[in-house]
């Protein structure tokens, strides 16, 4: 579904990807993990089209897209949950999942509003509150529940475990193995390399701008190299 081949991404003169390969198949759950300043945010933009690419190709379903303009990319089925959760503070909660549908033209936004807040009772609840007065778990069930109502075929997620209590770390993963089991290709960007491994079928590590090893992810819990950089050892 998504290829990236030897894709090369700079901030001005600064080389952050250098050449960076790796592909989602239809239906998978693929994690891409690294240390904090690795370029993991940096791909997704560039998947997104909010960071040009200096060379190589992104291909979404064997169609070039790294000359697309964002919505149009968001349009095609690719939707992003960012880093940090970037919700609206002083929007309510309902005017938030509203603005994942931004791009869309059809009458199914009420019926994909409802299955939102089917996923997330506790959304429903708390749909007129503002969204900055919600916990940082509940931001993050707002910012999934907002990209799922551009109705994605890919689903992005950069770093959703980030800053988040162990409880509520496994409830969005979860969530996520739901989301993809349901039909939905993910890919999912951690730091959390232990929780990412565990809910994707592959796995890719980078480091510093390329990809210095990838695998099937029971294998690289298993691998004592990334056991030892990425797992803490255990
Ligand atoms: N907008 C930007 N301008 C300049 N440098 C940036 C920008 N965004 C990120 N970088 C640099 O690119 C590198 C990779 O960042 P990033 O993709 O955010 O890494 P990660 O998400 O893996 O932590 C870092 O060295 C970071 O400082
Ligand atoms: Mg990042």
Redesign the pocket.
């Known amino acids: 579904m998504l290829e990236l081949r030897k894709l090369c991404v700079g ?2 003169p ?1 080389d ?2 250098k050449g960076i390969s790796l592909s989602v198949p239809t239906g998978s759950c693929v994690c891409l993990i ?12 560039a998947i997104c089209g909010l ?1 040009a690419a200096s060379s190589g190709d992104i291909l979404f379903e064997g169609q070039p897209i790294h000359c697309v303009a964002a919505d149009v990319i968001v349009r095609r089925g690719v939707s992003l949950v960012p ?1 940090g959760r970037r919700v609206v503070s002083n929007m309510s909660v309902e005017d938030n999942l509203l603005v994942g549908a931004y791009t869309r033209r059809d009458d199914k936004i009420g019926v994909d509003l409802e299955s939102v807040y089917r996923r997330f009772g506790r959304l429903r609840e708390r749909r007129k509150q503002f969204a900055g007065q919600m916990s940082g778990g509940e931001q993050q069930m707002l910012a999934i529940g907002r990209a799922l109502m551009a109705r994605p075929r890919l689903l992005l997620l ?2 959703p475990s980030m800053g988040l209590a162990p409880q509520i770390v496994n409830d969005i993963f979860r969530t996520i193995r739901e989301i993809n089991a349901a039909g939905t290709t993910v890919l999912l ?1 951690e ?1 959390n390399a232990r929780k990412a491994l565990s809910i994707a079928s592959y796995g890719y590590v ?1 480091e510093s ?1 390329r990809i210095n090893s990838e695998g099937k992810a029971g294998d690289l819990l298993k691998s004592p190299q990334i056991v030892a950089a990425y797992l803490g050892g255990a």
């Open positions: 901030y001005g600064i952050v990807l690294g240390a904090n300043g690795a370029g993991k945010t940096t791909t997704l933009s960071v880093e950069d770093e960007v730091q980078l701008g």
